[in-house]
């Protein structure tokens, strides 16, 4: 996009000095997982907390961490102890609310663009969330991509240094941290 002309014709002569990265879990309410393990919990956008309709998840991370922390602070023992409490008041909470009422947001894409606007709308601006159906994701991610021998490969143009930027210049600029033991 940055080389597009009209794009181009505002960005040079500029200096890049930060970069973009994010990774955004879109599973929404059909994808949360167990929410507790012997020892700890997932809470905000490790579980996936995002409400895809409207791409905002903050405030859902927020709450899940404020729900954790709520919860450990009520327990006795913590040492070891598995605190399900916390996975029923998430699923007891307004986190929950929000992710039932768009489940079904990004199922319409499935059926390509124009039907999952069209869905989308409906289920957001209509529906609100209360349709009486569900479309569950019956495919895992895995079935749904292709084998790379199955693909043509994409030759993208070689960076300049100036507009575009190579893959590591662009990770250090994120500001994201990769950390290994």
Same mark, same amino acid.
């Given at each position: 996009?940055?080389? +597009?002309?009209?794009?181009?014709?505002?960005?040079?002569?500029?200096? @890049?000095?930060?970069?973009?990265?994010?990774?955004?879990?879109?599973?929404?309410?059909? $994808?949360?997982?167990?929410?507790?393990?012997?020892?700890?919990?997932?809470?905000? @956008?490790? $579980?996936? =907390?995002?409400?895809?309709?409207?791409?905002?998840?903050?405030?859902?991370?927020?709450?899940?961490?404020?729900?954790?922390?709520?919860?450990? =602070?009520?327990?006795?023992?913590?040492?070891?102890?598995?605190?399900?409490?916390?996975?029923?008041?998430?699923?007891?909470?307004?986190?929950?609310?929000?992710?039932?009422?768009?489940?079904?947001?990004?199922?319409?894409?499935?059926?390509?663009?124009? $039907?999952?606007?069209? +869905?989308?709308?409906?289920?957001? =601006?209509?529906?609100?969330?209360?349709?009486?159906?569900?479309?569950?994701?019956?495919?895992?991610?895995?079935? $749904?991509?292709?084998?790379?021998?199955? @693909?043509?490969?994409?030759?993208?143009?070689?960076?300049?240094?100036?507009?575009?930027?190579?893959?590591?210049?662009?990770?250090?600029?994120?500001?994201?941290?990769?950390? +290994?033991?």
């Amino acid at each position: 996009m940055k080389t +597009h002309p009209e794009f181009k014709k505002v960005l040079q002569g500029g200096t @890049c000095i930060s970069y973009g990265a994010r990774v955004l879990n879109e599973g929404g309410y059909h $994808a949360i997982p167990k929410l507790t393990f012997p020892g700890g919990m997932l809470a905000g @956008c490790s $579980a996936g =907390f995002l409400n895809v309709a409207k791409i905002k998840g903050s405030h859902n991370a927020m709450k899940t961490g404020m729900l954790a922390a709520e919860t450990i =602070f009520k327990s006795e023992t913590l040492e070891g102890a598995e605190l399900v409490g916390y996975e029923k008041e998430v699923r007891s909470s307004w986190v929950a609310e929000e992710l039932k009422s768009s489940r079904n947001f990004k199922s319409g894409f499935e059926k390509g663009l124009w $039907a999952g606007l069209i +869905h989308g709308g409906l289920t957001t =601006f209509i529906t609100k969330g209360k349709e009486p159906w569900t479309f569950a994701h019956r495919k895992r991610d895995a079935d $749904a991509t292709l084998p790379k021998s199955q @693909c043509k490969p994409i030759d993208y143009p070689k960076h300049d240094g100036v507009l575009t930027f190579d893959l590591l210049t662009n990770l250090q600029r994120s500001g994201t941290n990769h950390e +290994h033991d």
